[in-house]
């Protein structure tokens, strides 16, 4: 008899029960294989994210993003990684329609990439789907406050919760969410005090990007912390490395020793064996 394979990677359901342990739960995002196989030592979850459209593919929103890629992002992810949860972004108009159309396209995310779970945007309005899809054995982090695929919607990519309308929907999004039951959400670009308030209301870790400390974890796009990323630079990016202007200048160097000849140099070149 075979013994069933023990899951050596982070699960949603401990990713849930972080909440309130005094832990934060650290995540960035990640799309390929070696970046991954960097990330997974010192994360709790990697989020492969639609983000992956503009940092990665120059589209101008993260809507042109299809379900194919973030299954083949999903599966390079997953191949990098030892110990991390991996969630994997459900793309604009995969999920949004029915929640028979974001279990049948869930369950083809979870079944060809083998991801631990997957994200998707909304907050009361998509309550429906999260129930039906967590009854069904996929596990769902959800995403409110500022919503890309909603960008031709709301118009611009500014911070959430600035009235007190909009602040209440945010707020009965997460705790209709939270009962639909995903095992945690992302608050993102949300004030700081909407967002503590959320976290203090919630029986799931909050995850912040752009939500202020208050929450039980943060995420980042990878790309946008390691300098890798500047067409824009939202408030709520850090920057822990500058690769952009290191990987111009490694170009910069190569392109100045071909032309001078330096390179290849005798290392770099085969001979035949000497009789
Ligand atoms: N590189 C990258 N980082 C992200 O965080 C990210 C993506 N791409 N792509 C998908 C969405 C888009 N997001 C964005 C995009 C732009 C802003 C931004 O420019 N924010 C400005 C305010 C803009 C305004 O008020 O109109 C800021 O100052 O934070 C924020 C989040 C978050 N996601
Ligand atoms: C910014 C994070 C939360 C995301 O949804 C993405 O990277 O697509
Ligand atoms: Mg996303």
Redo the contacts with the bound molecule.
Sequence with gaps: MSVPTIQRRKTTGQIRAMKGSGQPVVSL?AYTTPVARLFDPHVDFL?V????GMVFYGFKS?LEVTLDMMIAHGAAVMRGVEKSCVIV?MPFGTYQESPEQAFRNAARMMVETGCDGV?L?GGEEMAETIHFMTQRGIPVLG?IGLT?QSINAFGSYSSRGRTDAEAKAIMSGAQAIEEAGAFAY?I?ATQEPLAKAITEASGVPT?G?GASVHCDGQ???ADDMLGLFSDFKPKFVKHYASLAPQIASAAETYAAEVRSRAFPAVEHTYQPKKS
């Design positions: 995002t989020l994210g639609d983000s992956v993260s972004d994200k945007e995403h890309p992302v993102e995850i990007i995420v980042l796009v």
